[in-house]
């Protein structure tokens, strides 16, 4: 008998834990530095918890949304929505590459005057405007995008008076087939009320229709409600250059483009289910090169597109507090990052990364922050390895609204840098102190 050959024996370790809902088995990577930079310099550095922006994503992510639709229609114009991220160095990145403002009250429309904008290349949205807001619009050239007919009636009074005629468009609300249906703001396009307002606007000498705009919502998982949308709007400016012989100067389709954060309850995660720039740009530009306006004055098309270009830029770095039994045997972490600091954590199951390799070994487990609130939760359940005090870890795609809602409560919000495209960092917003927070109260003398 021939002798068969010596192999040499191993030991594989088989890993614990649960398979995902899809039967693969469950894998948490490291994220130990971001953009080049080590987690562990830059906590050293600046502390726990901590908002870190990649500047070269951010300027990675809109070279792809601008190409997505400038290859596909000649008249392109971003207006970044101030909304969705208004510290001042984020709002340059956007401007040095080319957007103008999109803003939604007197304070973020100051800070683009701040921040260098012309007063011609600031969009003015929402449905609360002072007289005080729409005269300082009106005197900067601003495009006034008008949200009912009590404003309307207002802009008119105002231009009267200062005998200067007003940049406007009328908000569209209309049916895309997505629910809930927003139609709280700007005017209805089944019932006639847009086209009711079209016809107030044009019979009016005082104002200038501009444009149309719309906003069909946020987090659109559907490209086609978009085209169903520009449709609409390009029927309403086909009608307007029929009655009146005017051509628009642009339709601004919104925002509400997903980024590729999961949201809670879904089935499958985001990063394989929202649509890519192309799908978006593709649906939006057909229906309005497919529609009948005059393909030789075609309007600008303006995309108030926040969220989808800021959100892989963001990232938070956290620390580990403890680890506890929950009473009915759940593994409980506490980390230095509360809802306060992350309040898309109410909306998404965001990805939460080891700042080093770990345990191969998951446990289900409950994310808490450091708040005194039964509601302080970041994740409810995740497959997680075993930290330990004092361990680090990075939150993914934080970018959009969590630096915009954060909230000072219980604890004091954190510095915010960011790493430019060079690799070097920068504090783009200090770490509040006691100071800052007491410097706008006033003690009674009784008191005193």
Not at 40 to 67: C, H, W
């Amino acid at each position: 008998m021939e002798k068969k050959p010596f192999e040499r024996p191993y030991i594989k370790k088989l890993s614990a834990g649960m398979p995902s809902k899809f039967g693969m088995p469950v894998r948490i990577d490291a994220i130990s530095s971001i953009d080049e930079y080590p987690v562990e310099d830059l906590i050293e550095k600046f502390g726990s918890p901590l908002y870190v922006i990649s500047e070269k994503n951010i300027r990675e992510t809109m070279a792809r949304a601008k190409q997505a639709f400038a290859t596909r229609y000649p008249k392109v114009q971003f207006a970044w929505s101030y909304k969705t991220n208004y510290l001042n160095a984020v709002c340059r990145v956007f401007h040095q590459e080319g957007s103008w403002a999109e803003v939604v009250s007197r304070f973020e429309y100051d800070k683009a005057l701040h921040n260098g904008v012309n007063g011609s290349q600031i969009i003015f949205n929402g449905p609360d405007k002072t007289d005080d807001d729409l005269e300082c619009a009106i005197h900067n050239d601003s495009f006034i995008h008008i949200d009912h007919f009590d404003e309307m009636y207002a802009i008119i009074d105002i231009a009267g008076k200062l005998n200067k005629k007003p940049k406007v468009a009328i908000r569209v609300n209309m049916d895309t087939g997505v629910f809930p249906m927003w139609d709280r703001f700007g005017f209805n396009y089944e019932n006639g009320e847009a086209w009711d307002a079209i016809n107030r606007i044009m019979i009016n000498e005082k104002l200038e229709l501009a444009g149309l705009h719309t906003h069909i919502g946020t987090y659109m998982l559907s490209a086609n409600a978009y085209k169903v949308a520009m449709a609409k709007l390009a029927d309403l400016a086909f009608r307007l250059e029929k009655k009146f012989g005017v051509n628009l100067k642009y339709i601004d389709i919104g925002g509400g483009f997903a980024s590729k954060n999961t949201l809670k309850g879904a089935y499958l995660p985001g990063k394989d289910t929202v649509p890519t720039f192309d799908e978006y740009a593709e649906a939006i530009t057909s229906a309005l090169l497919n529609s009948e306006i005059n393909p030789r004055k075609l309007p600008v098309l303006i995309l108030e597109t926040g969220r989808a270009l800021i959100d892989d830029a963001g990232y938070l770095v956290g620390t580990v507090i403890a680890n506890k039994r929950l009473s009915d045997g759940r593994r409980a972490t506490i980390v230095d990052i509360g809802v306060n600091l992350m309040f898309t954590s109410f909306w998404y199951e965001h990805e939460i990364h080891p700042a080093k390799s770990s345990s191969e070994h998951l446990e289900e487990s409950t994310i808490y922050g450091p708040l005194c609130m039964n509601i302080d939760v970041l994740r409810e359940a995740i497959a997680f390895p075993i930290l330990k005090k004092g361990d680090h870890f990075v939150i993914k795609r934080i970018g959009a609204y969590n630096m915009s809602q954060w909230m000072q409560f219980i604890t004091l919000r954190p510095n915010v840098v960011l790493i430019d495209i060079n690799g070097n960092d920068h504090i783009i917003r200090k770490a509040e102190k006691l100071e800052d927070i007491i410097a706008s109260e006033k003690i009674p003398d009784h008191l005193a």
